[in-house]
């Protein structure tokens, strides 16, 4: 009886969250352990607040997991490695967050026996169904509960019931809906929810302070970034964070991404990501020097179904082992420099230094010279190659 009393709820210390602590507790009767996953966008201060608030609504423990690293070796690692952008524009900043932390929440269900887990998701979006795929798969023993999605609260319901059960925050209106993790920023706000507006600049979080153009070195080992600037890092979090810090000076990384939602629907979305932006265009440079042709070929292939599969929640999908599998393979030349140069709302790739550049070839060097090869051998080359379509056009009289 006891293990059915126990729900544990997807806790972020907003409107909605707040509404299912007291709901769940006062109206269902149950007793609520909160729990927040940290994976690299919170600060201490904020974990602090948001566990004072989780009390003051009355839940029975609260509880911070940390699974930043995690979150970096198990997906931000192949999302550079994929250079996944989606509809080659997002770089899966909070989506690719929400599997991570469901699983964390399943596993913290399981280990205390508890008989529900609860999410504050509305009914509307994708988070809704990253949450319960992943419960249904690693705890499908455990009821799911999801007050927000079921009683179709309006905002304005949610404060007076809380007003009403001894809650009276400032719950003000916020213009715009902030998501943030370690590989971005996602906002939301009325200007996303058409076709036609985009975002004020003072609506992103990291504002223009650096004005003169500066140039960085990105340093990659076997795929990875390892270095910045000539200082290496052990923590890719922490070179992360830090290459955040001097990109977002500049107001790097915002644009708005337009895609199709788990549910079937076109969705648009605002996003500031400095960092992943510099690192991917960064690590693709540095691969189209020292992978061949057919490597890149079918990495681009694998990476697309990597990059949907991780936005539609299927990280659990054993493909996705597979896929990891061959993206490693690939790393193993992906070493060397990458030199950056960043100016006021934008950055280019000036070029590369790599012990495995295959630009230095001593065999053949591009538009200027070859030694592998002579005349006579490139014209029977060229004829040889021409001969399926010299058949084609004999055959078919094609036109030209």
């Known amino acids: 009886m006891e293990k059915k009393r126990k729900v544990v709820l997807a806790y972020s210390g907003g409107l909605d969250t707040s509404f299912c602590a007291k709901y ?42 940390d699974i930043t ?15 996944i952008l989606k509809n080659n524009t997002y770089p899966l900043s909070v989506s690719s967050e929400r599997t991570f932390q469901a699983i964390a929440i399943a596993e913290y269900a399981k280990e205390i026996e508890a008989g529900y887990i609860a999410h504050g998701s509305t009914g509307a979006g994708n988070d809704q ?31 007076n019931y809380l007003k009403n059960n001894g809650v009276d ?7 715009y809906s902030i998501n943030k993790g370690l590989w971005g920023v996602s906002i939301g706000g009325k200007e996303t929810l058409t076709s036609n507006e985009t975002l004020p600049g003072e609506a992103y979080l990291s504002q ?11 340093n990659f080992n076997k795929g990875e970034i390892s270095g910045l600037n000539g200082n290496s890092y052990t923590s890719k979090v922490n070179l992360i964070k830090k290459l955040n810090e001097i990109a977002s000076s500049f107001a790097i990384g915002r644009d708005v991404h337009v895609g199709d939602t788990i549910l079937g629907t076109k969705g648009r979305v605002a996003f500031e990501a400095a960092a992943p932006l510099v690192i991917i265009k960064a690590h693709h440079a540095l691969e ?8 890149l070929h079918w990495k ?19 493909v996705m082992r597979n896929i990891e599998k061959f993206l490693d393979d690939t790393q193993k030349s992906v070493n060397g420099e990458v030199i950056i140069k960043l100016a006021p709302y934008r950055f280019s790739i000036v070029g590369i230094n790599s012990p495995n550049d295959l630009m230095q070839s001593e065999v053949c060097e591009y538009g200027e010279m070859n030694k592998a090869w002579s005349s006579e051998d490139v014209k029977g080359f060229t004829k040889i190659m021409s001969n399926s379509l010299l058949v084609y056009n004999n055959v078919n009289k094609m036109e030209h």
């Open 24 to 65: 769940l507790s006062v109206e269902k009767g149950l007793e609520v352990y909160s729990v927040i996953v940290n994976t690299g966008g919170f600060e201490m201060d904020e974990l602090i607040s948001i566990e004072e608030k989780a009390y003051a609504l009355g839940v029975k423990k609260h509880k911070t997991i």
């Open 69 to 83: 690293d995690d979150y970096y070796n198990k997906c931000i690692k192949y999302l550079v490695f994929g250079n």
């Open 129 to 159: 169904v990253r949450f319960d795929y992943v419960f249904n798969i690693i705890a499908p023993e455990i009821n799911i509960l999801t007050p927000i999605r079921d009683l179709l609260l309006s905002r304005e319901q949610e404060i």
């Open 169 to 175: 925050e400032d719950w003000k209106t916020k213009a």
């Open 208 to 218: 223009l302070t650096a004005h003169e153009e500066k140039e960085i070195r990105l």
């Open 288 to 295: 189209k020097h020292t992978l061949t042709k057919w490597q």
């Open 300 to 318: 681009e292939q694998l990476a697309n179904w990597y990059g949907m599969f991780m936005h539609e929640s299927f990280y659990l999908e054993p």
